[in-house]
Structure formats: C-alpha cells, structure tokens
C-alpha cells in the first residue's frame, strides 16, 4: 500500500483490507532500507508508532475512524514530540527531549496520525538545500547527487520517496514550497494565523507557518483539516472557521481570474522551467480560469528584506540557548559568560551564525533604522503589492524556483547564492499569504513545481485550483525510479 | 559595509557568540555579501510608509489573568545540564575576593 494516496489508504483501512500496523511496519521497513542513502529521517520512534498503529487499528474497529486515523506519517525535527528528541537538526539540541507535544503534533495524533519519527531539515529551518543539518544532508530521491532543497528537506525526501503519505513542515521564506517543488511533490503554507505555532522550534515568528508535504492537493486538503484551528497557547492563531477543505476544493474553477505577475519569469528562470510554466497557465485556461498577466513591483526586494527581518527576529528567539536551561552546554566554563559564549559557539553550525550576527548588526544601535526599520517599511511595500493584486485576481501563479534542484555542494560556499533561490516564495511569507506549490513538469529528469498564491485564509481556493489541475494534469502522480512501489 | 575581524568579534560577544580568529574571518566575509545584497533597501523611496511589524494587523490577544497551569520543575529540569533542588546551576557570578 506504499505510495497510495490518503483516501485510498483510509478505504482500505475501513474495509479490512489491511491495518495500521501493517501499513506502520511497511513504512518502517522502508525508512529502514532507505535512510542510510537519503539521510531523510533523523529520529525514528518504531515503538511509538506501532503502539499509535495499534491504537489506531482499534479505533477504527470501533467505526471512530477519520481520513488520517492509522496512516503513518512523520514530523519535520522542528515539532517538539513528548518524549522524542527534538533537535532541529541543531547540535545545540541534539539532547533535548521535550516534555510536550506541539499544537499540530498534538492535533494530528488526535486525528489518528501514526508518526513513525522526525525528518531532517536546514538547522533551526535556516537554509534552502537542507546542508545546513548537522546531521548531514538528505539527498533528493530523483537523482542522488541534488539537494531536495529546504528546509523541510527530509519530509520532501520522505514524501517523494513515497515512505510516508505526508509529512509535516514549515515554511519561514518558502521551506516548504521550495522542496516540494524540487523534489516533485505537492506542499502547503497555510496562511499566517491559520496553523498553531505552539511547540514548534521559533526561526523568525512573524514569518513562520506550520504546513504539510504530500503526493497531492487532496490529500493536502485531508492533513490541513486536522492541524488548521484556533490555538489558545498560540497569541497570533485567528479564531476562524476552518472550512471543510476536502468539499471545497472540489467547487467550479470556470472564471476564476489567475494573474501571472512578470516577476516570477525574469531573468535567471532556466528555459525549462519556463516552459513547464507556460503549459501549465495554458491548462489552467484550458480549465476554464482568466489567465492574465500582472505585475508585483516590489517583489524583488523580497530577498534583502527577508535577510534583514528573518536574522533580526532569530537573533532574538535564538538567544534563549544559553547552555543553562536545555541544550548544549560548553565544558568546564571559566564564568557565566564564557559558558554562554563557549556554548553558543560550539552548539550552533555555521548558517545559524551568520543569520545571527546579520541579526544582532541589523538591530544595533545605529544601524536600526537604517535597516530593520527600512525592511519593515519594504515589507509593506510588498504586501501592498499583494492586496493590490488580489484586488483583481483570485490567484496569482509562478514558477516556485528558478531551477530545479541543483548539486549538493554548489551554492554553499556562498550565502548570497542560496538566498536567491527562495526570490520567488519569500514575498508570500512578508505578507503573511497562503500559497502551495504542485508539480509541473521536468527539467531533464528532476522535477519542477508551479506555486499557487491565494488571498489570506483562501487554502481552499488554492487547493481547489491545485486539486483541478491535478485532475487534469499526472505530473504529480511522478515517483522516482526505484521508489514507492511495494 | 566593511566588517574587519574586529567589528565581528564586537558582534559576536554582543551575540554571546565564542568565536576563533579562523571563524571571524570568515563570517565577515560572508556577512559584508550578505549586508551587500541588504543595501538595495536604502535606495527605495519608503518615506512615509508605515512599517509592517507583523502580518496580521490585530491587536495582541489576552487571555484573562489567571492560572491555567502549573508546570512540573522536575519535568522542564530534566533537559538542564546542570540543577540541584530545583534550581538551575551556573558558574559562580559573584566575586568575593
């Protein structure tokens, strides 16, 4: 049953035709004979997941049973799990078990989620190929040699490999848009507010939002349904209704206005992604949507402004590891602020350093207004672009990256290189907006992704345009040579 | 911006960060490109615009003022390096001598 999507999984599951343990198990097997190549996973929970399965095995003999209930699934290592480590691929926290789930941990388990463990990702979520682990990079399951991009790189992995249906992310400035479209697989970034924040590991909390990776729209429409709501513990969740997704992405798409801002097709844009773009606005009209092109002035400033907000706001969450309370703590510290010099040192990698010292520059005295003050003013130049967009149009559509995956290796030397890539999926975070990215096509054999931007609160919209698209279009039903088959 | 090793060690014990002469270089290498790119935003014509802090244009939520929870010490402890009694332990910060 590997490989199939949620609803198929929940009818057999229903109809006797296998159980949760057996689903489990398979799924354990195959993380088992495929980490050691991919680096997908770091933590995997095999107890608590067949303890969950058999739960959930008799949960739906009891006829309790939803449309995730016994599904195996995992968790992005950002989402603190009670009792399973929790590291965001961090040495800083390669020790820390929390004592509590997060909200969409919770929430999913609630559902009947069986979490077989915790993938990898860029270390705290800063990066965009998932080097930035400590624990090594994952590899991309369509040709080893690539990154599956990042930071959600190991659910994107894990997904695409077809090990799990789904796999939870975030997306900070395109962390889960991005590897989704380079590893060929369908992923969500809810609007700001729609998912908990709660328990999951702070980069830059006015940008982070909580999403899925997974084979489909639909079957993205299925997982947000049991993370979305209000979150007391969370101080910026909105307490709106959360629509039935999996009813309303099946709603008429017939003249619906799609902008296509020029933006997303400047220079730098390979040629096969361009044409994997333009086929896929052309089937977009062939489904009956009003497909015109429009213009995001700003937009290209989303990058330097990210650099400037992002950093600001993580110098400030990351200055709770201190080496006192939970964490990497420095050897035989001389005084208190050699243990904490010493332990931040030694307990953060590289990437985390240098977004924190941009961070701690940016909100210097002297320097605060000419550039975290002048980013947030540019942030709202960008937002205005946005709301002046939907004003007219329901949807705005792009390429998600400017090329598919690139080598292992090739853009870490320079950091300026690696931001670049995320120019098309940053300005959706500064504004706060909901936007997936779905399969469109292939750059040679890796795989390319269109991203869908909605209003703010409009997944279903998104997801409906996304979930018709994949009616009429296969590129999503795609899996990599040697994976997800039984 | 220039940021000579000098500028990023200020830094970085502003940010409670230890680093060697090696990793000094470096990172202010790695941040003058970095701070490069950033530049552009000086350039824009921003005068007078509000500036965004956050996405949704709310007011902070408050929940009433009373206990919801008692936290377990023993429980959030269990992640510390370093406790006795409930506490957590630090090197010595007060000098006697």
Redesign the interface.
Known sequence: MNGKDIKTLARALAAGETTSVALTEAALAAVESCNKELNAFITVDAEGALAAAKSADERIARGEAGPLTGIPMAHKDLFCTNGVKTTAASRMLD?????YDATVVERLAAAGAVSIGKTNLDEFAMGSSNETSYYGPVKNPWDKTTVPGGSSGGSAAAVAARLVPYATGTDTGGSIRQPAALSGITGLKPT??RVSRYGIVAFAS?LDQAGMLCASAEDAAYVLQAMAGFD?RD??S?NDPVPDYAAEITREIRGKRVGIPREFLSEGVETSVRNAFSAAADELSALGCVVEETSLPSLS?S???Y??VAPAEA?SNL?RY??????H?AEN??????????S???G?G?EV??R???G???L?HGYYD??Y?????????I?DDFNQAFEKYDFLIGPTTPTAAFALGEKTA???QM?LNDIFTIGVN????PACSVPMGFDGKLPVGLQIIGRAFDESGILGLAHHYQQATDWHKNVPEGYGNE | MALDSAAVRRLAHLARIAVDDETARSLGTDLEHILAMVDQLREVDAGGVEPMAHPLALNQRLRDDAVTESPDPGLYQQNAPDTTEGVYLVPKVIDNS
Do not use: C, H, W
């Open positions: 020790n820390f078990v929390p004592p700001y507010g006015s007391e101080s910026t909105v400033l990058v330097p402004t650099y400037v110098s200055a201190d080496g006192v309370r939970f964490g703590r510290p001389k005084d208190l602020t050699d243990l904490y010099e010493r931040r040192g030694e953060f590289a350093k240098r924190i010292l941009i701690t520059f940016v210097s000419a550039y003050l002048r980013a947030q003013q540019v942030r709202q130049l937002a320079d950091p300026v931001y500064m504004a706060g907006l």
